[in-house]
């Protein structure tokens, strides 16, 4: 199993929570250095078209890319722990907790968009950071009324780690990056904190990975 990853990329850091929640240790990790523009390299190209991370390339066939059809892979190919409930209406929301996330926030402030603005539409710095924390703070918004909901108990969706957690401390790691007030978020806040002291978020962490600043 090869995974390509690098330490910024927050896509990356959900596939390698959920490698970690199943005790799988990829044979290589390669780096992609984002920042470096290396994801746009025939090279990478090759392996997801789209230029993006995470991708994740386990026996024959062409790479897995988007972090929650990963996520989901693992989840089938390896069961335990489970990371979605089993009632429909469960993973239903669990899911749709992980999209708030994964699907609607993220790919708004991801390197490629923050670049294009700058280039195309010649946003400055501070504008850009204005674009990030408005996405990044309407997803908490979203993701904390939903929170409130009856469903919600020790972690996102009950009592167990699902695929919303690790959305979850992704959206948290973003909050960092972007210096978001996280006072009007404190459901959020308790859940992400609780996660924190599961050794397989902790090692997963951004700061964690090669690469990372030494003052992350």
């Keep these: 199993m090869k995974l390509f990853s690098f330490w910024r990329s927050l896509a990356t850091y959900r596939v390698r929570i959920a490698l970690n929640l199943k005790g799988i240790v990829p044979e290589e990790v390669i780096q992609v250095n984002l920042m470096k523009g290396e994801?746009?390299?025939a090279a990478f190209r090759a392996v997801n078209p789209m230029m993006a991370i995470p991708a994740l390339i386990d026996g024959d066939g062409p790479a897995l890319f988007e972090s929650?059809?990963?996520?989901?892979?693992?989840?089938?190919?390896?069961?335990?722990?489970?990371l979605l409930p089993r009632d429909p209406r469960g993973r239903a929301r669990v899911r749709g907790l992980a999209q708030l996330v994964?699907?609607?926030?993220?790919?708004?402030?991801v390197p490629r968009v923050r670049e294009y603005l700058e280039h195309e539409f010649k946003f400055d710095e501070a504008s850009v950071m204005k674009w990030c924390r408005h996405w990044h703070t309407a997803?908490?918004?979203?993701?904390?009324?939903?929170l409130k909901d009856k469903a919600t108990g020790r972690y996102a969706h009950g009592d167990a780690v699902t695929l919303a957690d690790i959305c979850l401390a992704s959206q948290a790691a973003g909050a960092k990056y972007f210096n978001i007030d996280m006072a009007p978020f404190p459901t959020f806040m308790r859940i992400v904190n609780e996660l924190s002291a599961i050794d397989a978020f902790a090692r997963a962490h951004p700061a964690k990975q090669p690469g990372a600043p030494a003052n992350l």
Excluded: G, K
């Excluded at 699907?103 to 402030?109: E, G, K, R, T, V």
């Excluded at 997803?139 to 939903?146: F, G, K, M, V």
């Design 39 to 41: 994801q746009r390299e």
């Design 102 to 109: 994964a699907a609607d926030s993220h790919p708004l402030i």
């Design 139 to 146: 997803a908490l918004t979203a993701l904390e009324a939903n």
């Design 68 to 82: 929650l059809a990963i996520v989901e892979y693992l989840d089938e190919t390896h069961p335990n722990p489970p």
